[in-house]
């Protein structure tokens, strides 16, 4: 290539004027769907309008807020949520990714699958699982701990309920994020300490945690940051408790007559803040993990620890807490949607089943409506979002300049914003310009591509990485423009991943309630804010119902996507 004369700096230099228009385009698009928004909800946080006076701004939202004893109150309990939640997912998480990876336990493809299940679960349908299993009265846990003469011993509105359903939560994420971590890992060191005579606890204590503390740390981190911007779990399990965090404040604030939009963008700062540096406090703490490689150039055989006659008693613990974090969630909620009324699973109840509650559905415009909305936003937003990380994803691994890692920490910048924070800032921005977009699908399509590019872009940085840039020199020499060599050269190369993009884009779209809470009104609803204005109402088998149809929908969806791509439905990888 260098023979011809032919050099990355005159290939992809100057004089590709369609290039220079898209990557313009895509910039441009990029900081008004994050900048713009953000800046419109700090004028917000800022402004104080007394009543019949001008606009002023002043910190004095701030030193309001600040000078109550119930905010700290607050930060409190969403530090202590976020803290438990993230916990209880690494624990659970990293223990089956544990045993998945470097055990020889049975069944291994089982164990992934149901550790999985959870991705297609949306928030409000797990959460609403978790309130017909631990009510006080009427929870199946609690039935069974009465008749054994317990009491009722669990309680889903306090903060350990919270706690766990929120953990149970973000357990298939932590699976996901660990994996290539366990994958990566060289058994040497814990295969020296074996020999050395060191004990299993010991091996785990000294030099598995120490060596995955990165990962460990990173994961921890990222729970945090998405349990402290949740808002399902502390609405539907806290709220009926008196148990306010920063996330159902924010939302208190925005449905108040009159909407209280100022203390909703002081909160929202507040919480914008903790996120912001939470999220650079994992870039930091991931910009040192070759400080923890154990993997280098010399191979290595990923050899299974042996269970030994350990190895099915583990088995059995596996499938009964997978049976509990899994299976009882979706139990009760069929059992729910085929009952006329709420009522604990028992021999007797079987002579009540009946698809009323699926009939009800088919009479609701409402549900038809949810479902048909989320699938219009989310192929559309989806379709945009890989667009948009195509041009990103190709601009900051072909030039690494300053410009392209500005439009990539641009592209970055929504993963650390609470999706409630895009929302408020939305509906703030969009309420006050002459654009007749809030209320219609366009509002909640915007929040949904703002909220969903920065995973396709780590997906196409990922997939750009492994394309060597020869490929497209070559068809550049061959007198083809930038727009038909990414067109007839990356693109396809890129297919399974910009699939998998486009997928994942479009099940987060069941799964987003954050922002789409305060941005839907009557016939923009999506999927999520139905479902919970059914429960919400008391329509808890009808919800159940609803759930359960669109957890078939997302099942669906993925299945079909992988036989398209021809790869295996079931593996992280996928």
Known sequence: MNRLGITARNVFGNGY??????????????????????????????????AGGERTYSLSGFYEMLGQWRTYRILMNSIIYAAGSSLVALLIGGSLVWLVQRTDIPAKKFVMLF?????????????????????????????????IGLGSIFNANSMAGMIWVGGVLEVPLVFLWLWPAFAAMNPALEEAAAICGARSIKVIMTILLPIMLPAFGAVLLINFILSIEDVMVPIVLGLPAGINVLASEIYIAHIRVPTDTHTAS?????????????AFYY??????????????????????????????????????????IVGLPMFILGWTS???YLQVPSIAGLSLIS????????????????????????????????????????????????????????????????????????????????????????????????????????????????????LEE???ISKAGWFRTIRTISLPLLGPTLLVGFIYTIL????????????????NEPYSVVAYHMWDGGEVGKASAYGIVALCCMVVLVVVGQWIAGRKVIGPES
């Open 17 to 50: 004027a369609v290039r220079n228009l898209v990557i313009g385009i895509c910039a441009i698009i990029v900081t008004y769907l994050v900048i713009f928004p953000l800046f419109v909800l700090f004028n917000e946080s800022l402004s104080v309008v007394p």
């Open 115 to 147: 550790a999985l299940f959870p991705l297609f679960m949306p928030p409000v349908l797990s959460a609403i699982g978790w309130v017909l299993l631990l009510d006080t009265n009427v929870g199946l846990l609690n039935v069974v701990t009465q008749a």
């Open 266 to 278: 002081v909160y929202s700062v507040l919480l914008l803040v903790i996120t912001m540096a939470l």
């Open 283 to 324: 870039l930091r703490l991931t910009a040192n993990a070759d400080r923890y490689v154990t993997v280098r150039g010399r191979g290595f055989n990923q050899k299974a620890l042996e269970l030994g006659r350990a190895r099915l008693p583990v088995f059995a613990g596996v499938c009964l807490l997978l049976g509990l």
């Open 338 to 340: 085929l009952m006329p």
């Open 355 to 470: 698809l009323n509650s699926y009939r009800m559905l088919l009479d609701d415009p409402a549900a038809l409506r949810g479902i048909g909305n989320t699938l219009i936003v989310g192929v559309s937003a989806a379709f945009v979002v890989m667009s948009l990380a195509v041009v990103i994803g190709w601009l900051q691994v072909r030039t690494r300049n300053w410009f392209s890692r500005t439009v990539d920490m641009l592209a970055f910048t929504p993963i650390a914003v609470p999706g409630l924070v895009i929302g408020l800032s939305l509906s703030i921005l969009y309420l006050n310009v002459p654009l007749e977009i809030y209320g219609t699908l366009l509002i909640i399509w915007i929040a949904f591509v703002t909220r969903f590019l920065p995973y396709g872009v780590r997906l196409t940085y990922s997939g750009f990485s492994q394309i060597h840039r020869e």
């Open 474 to 476: 070559a068809a550049l």
């Open 508 to 523: 987060r779209g069941f799964r987003e309630i954050s922002a789409s809470l305060l941005l839907s009104s009557y016939g």
